[in-house]
T-cell receptor, first 114, second 109 residues
Framework: NAGVTQTPKFQVLKTGQSMTLQCAQD?????MYWYRQDPGMGLRLIYY?????TTDKGEVPNGYNVSRLNKREFSLRLESAAPSQTSVYFC????WGSGNTEAFFGQGTRLTVV | AQRVTQPEKLLSVFKGAPVELKCNYS??????LFWYVQYSRQRLQLLLR??SRESIKGFTADLNKGETSFHLKKPFAQEEDSAMYYC???????????FGQGTRLTINP
């Protein structure tokens, strides 16, 4: 049981380049999330998806786009990367209710924009 | 609006000493509160949640609605407790899970 899987684990981009971070979960969860983790700032929510076909902005959505491709997959796209987007990105999933009150996290993607 | 505040970015205590990591929240309804932990080179994992009223690895946390706090406590710290700790809140019926700034706990031998 893989849980939440993110790819890639590491990435270096040049300013202005684009890339997509991939996330997949095999727990049949409806809710999926993208967070960024920065020193002193904690985990900040970028976007989330409550169910397949829906997405909503979190605290820091500027500069990002997301796609909920299907129930399993939720991708995060940087159209024109900036040094301020250097961070560690985490994907998470959950199925609130039904006896579950926990979000499960991927292993993170460390992104550096130079 | 949902907001979680962890006032201490860094906390250092000696092995065997008591530990308290502070968490305050802002939410008008009845929230669900959690503590997550991230050990070195590992992914975030749930430590405990207030509705379970459980003790995990010797840690407990009590929800104080009057003070809007959910502090994490352990009476005797161990070296393996060194990690990053995050407090998180989910609003009643909400899908969004909001985290605090995190506290890096270091247990000195």
């Amino acid at each position: 049981n893989a849980g939440v899987t993110q790819t890639p684990k590491f990435q270096v981009l040049k300013t202005g380049q684009s890339m997509t971070l991939q996330c997949a979960q095999d727990m049949n969860h409806n809710s999926m999330y993208w967070y960024r983790q920065d020193p002193g700032m904690g985990l900040r929510l970028i976007y989330y998806s409550a169910s397949e076909g829906t997405t909503d902005k979190g605290e820091v959505p500027n500069g990002y786009n997301v796609s909920r491709l299907n129930k399993r997959e939720f991708s995060l796209r940087l159209e024109s990367a900036a040094p301020s987007q250097t961070s560690v990105y985490f994907c998470a999933s959950s199925e609130w209710g039904s006896g579950n009150t926990e979000a499960f996290f991927g292993q993170g993607t460390r992104l550096t924009v130079v | 609006a949902q907001r979680v505040t962890q006032p201490e970015k860094l906390l250092s205590v000696f092995k065997g000493a008591p530990v308290e990591l502070k968490c305050n929240y802002s939410y008008s309804g009845s929230p669900e509160l959690f503590w997550y932990v991230q050990y070195s080179r590992q992914r975030l994992q749930l430590l405990l949640r207030h509705i379970s009223r459980e003790s995990i690895k010797g840690f407990t946390a009590d929800l104080n609605k009057g003070e809007t706090s959910f502090h994490l406590k352990k009476p005797f710290a161990q070296e393996e407790d060194s990690a990053m700790y995050y407090c998180a809140l989910r609003g009643q019926g909400a899908q969004k899970l909001v985290f605090g700034q995190g506290t890096r706990l270091t247990i000195n031998p």
